[in-house]
C-alpha cells in the first residue's frame, strides 16, 4: 500500500504566500514524477507544477515566475512554494506521485486527497 498526504492549505489575502508538503509513504521502492494539480469549482483539475526524479521542472503558465515545486528524495516529500498568490488560485490543490512498488514491483500513480487553497481579502 502507498499513501499520499497533503497539508499546508489554507486563507491567504492576494499577494501572500503559502507552502504546500505532500508526502508519500508505505510500500514505495522507486518514485518517479511528483506533481501537483488543482481543480477549481466548475473547472477540470489542471496541472500546476510537476518534477521528475532528476529535479527537472515543468510548470504551468498561469503560476510560472510566482510557484516553485521542490523534492525532497530522502523523505520523499515534495513542495509547493506559492507567493504572489492571486484569487484566480484559489483550487482543492492535488499531490500525484508516480510510484513503483517496493515489493512486488507494480508501478502505479497516486493522489492525494487534496487540500484547499483560498485567496481572498
Known amino acids: 500500500q502507498v499513501q499520499v498526504v497533503e497539508s499546508g492549505g489554507g486563507l491567504v489575502q492576494p499577494g501572500g504566500s503559502l507552502r504546500l508538503s505532500c508526502a508519500a509513504s508505505g510500500n514505495i521502492g522507486i518514485i518517479y514524477t511528483m506533481g501537483w494539480y488543482r481543480q477549481a469549482p466548475g473547472k477540470q483539475r489542471e496541472l500546476v507544477a510537476e518534477?521528475?526524479?532528476?529535479?527537472?521542472?515543468n510548470y504551468a503558465d498561469s503560476v510560472r515566475g510566482r510557484f516553485t515545486i521542490s523534492r525532497d528524495n530522502a523523505k520523499n516529500t515534495v513542495y509547493l512554494q506559492m507567493n504572489s498568490l492571486k484569487p484566480e488560485d484559489t483550487a482543492v490543490y492535488y499531490c500525484?506521485?508516480?510510484?513503483?512498488?517496493?515489493?512486488?514491483?507494480?508501478?502505479?500513480?497516486?493522489w492525494g486527497q487534496g487540500t484547499q487553497v483560498t485567496v481572498s481579502s
Open positions: 500525484n506521485a508516480d510510484i513503483r512498488a517496493y515489493s512486488g514491483h507494480t508501478r502505479g500513480t497516486y
Open positions: 518534477i521528475t526524479s532528476g529535479r527537472y521542472t
